[in-house]
């Protein structure tokens, strides 16, 4: 079915910000896809529900070719450090590089707030790096609480991240309505075949 002009494609969204940058690639029965292969697909990106809510109140940053190289930047950082860690492996000197190259477009600026309270602001370089700090910033919060919850999906065709919330921690499948039933419908076709 078509999606409507502007709608997210993309079969798994909601994700925590890094995950969900490196969820802007998916494979389906129509092959490859890549949303961030074009401004256009950067501003469906940006508007999702999912990605604004981690972006904050501020207006949504500019869909242009700055915003769109950065945040691939930051994107092929985490791809890598998001494969070290599903091999449970350290981040490469390089990897690490890549991500600490788009944090130093951005800081936390702490203050107290004229009503006595601490308050935070992210400030950036430039408005350009706001979507790719936040996501870099937010693979910090997720390895630092807990780094074994970053998992790719156990079907080895699909290319999608998760962050496994359950009680458990035993979540295999990007969803089960994709993956999940499409590995239980595989086993019991073997186990009906005698395969």
Known sequence: MPQPPGADPRPLTGEPLALDLLNTRWIDGGGPHDLLDSVAGLATWLNSPPVRGHLGPAPAPTADRATLDRLLLARTALDALAASAARQDPATPESA????????????????????????????????????????ENWLRLIADRPDRIRPCANHACVLHFYDVSKNGTRRWC?????????????????????
């Open 97 to 136: 590089d890549r991500l600490n190259e788009v944090l130093s477009h951005g800081r936390v600026r702490r203050a107290l707030g004229p009503d006595g309270a601490p308050a935070s602001a992210v400030e950036v370089d430039d408005p350009s790096w706001a979507p790719a700090w936040y996501a870099a």
């Open 175 to 195: 969803s089960m309505a994709g993956c999940g039933n499409r590995a239980k419908a595989q086993r019991h076709y073997a186990r009906r075949s005698g395969a």
